[in-house]
């Protein structure tokens, strides 16, 4: 009966132990983008349609959430932004493939596209000059709080407020390479 008691109790705090952490994952995209998330310009004619996307396990607490992609490569000297959306409803954990497109009305309720470094509202696919491979991190982002931004809003004041009111944040990377 001890050793049993015994076996419960470490189970128990194996368990315990094992948080959930945010976790960010698409069903569309791993290591490389393909020819349907690239962009539609520069030399690329990509179907410019934005990946789906899911989270699970956001921190207690969590009002709103937001979705950005970012080329820290982009020969720009500040990056490029390809696709800033906040305020994102805390009971929505998904956005569906197209979601990214200009009319929104694949987004959910309340979410807000602002404009990208292309200069227009929406996703804006991958279209990396000739040379090495960029990297492109998409980030959901918990917030504690909705984000006081709009539209116009550029994508590196919406990042600054992101940051400020950020609970957590999960990531992954994705490359594209100029064929």
């Given at each position: 009966?001890?050793?049993?008691?015994?076996?419960?109790?470490?189970t128990v705090l194996?368990?315990?132990?094992?948080?959930?952490?945010?976790?960010?994952?698409?069903k569309e995209v791993g290591g490389q983008f393909t020819n349907r998330h690239m962009f539609n310009a520069f030399g690329y004619s990509g179907e410019n349609v934005s990946p789906q996307l899911a989270w699970e396990n956001a921190p207690a607490g969590t009002q709103s959430f937001?979705?950005?992609?970012?080329?820290?490569?982009?020969?720009t000297g500040s990056g490029f932004w390809h696709?800033?959306?906040?305020?994102?409803?805390?009971?929505?954990?998904e956005l569906v493939s197209g979601a990214g497109d200009a009319s929104g009305k694949l987004m959910p309720a309340?979410?807000?596209q602002s404009i990208t470094d292309y200069g227009s509202v929406g996703y804006g696919g991958p279209a990396p000059p000739p040379g090495a491979p960029h990297q492109y991190l998409?980030?959901?982002?918990?917030?504690?709080?909705?984000?006081?931004?709009?539209?116009a809003t550029s994508g590196a004041l919406v990042g600054f407020?992101?940051?400020?009111?950020?609970?957590?944040?999960a990531s992954i990377v994705v490359y594209a390479q100029h064929p």
């Open positions: 009966m001890k050793q049993m008691m015994m076996l419960l109790l470490a194996l368990t315990a132990g094992r948080a959930q952490t945010f976790t960010l994952k698409s937001a979705v950005t992609m970012y080329d820290k490569d982009a020969p696709w800033v959306v906040f305020n994102i409803p805390a009971s929505v954990h309340g979410a807000i998409i980030t959901v982002y918990a917030l504690k709080s909705k984000v006081d931004a709009t539209v407020h992101l940051n400020a009111l950020a609970l957590a944040k």
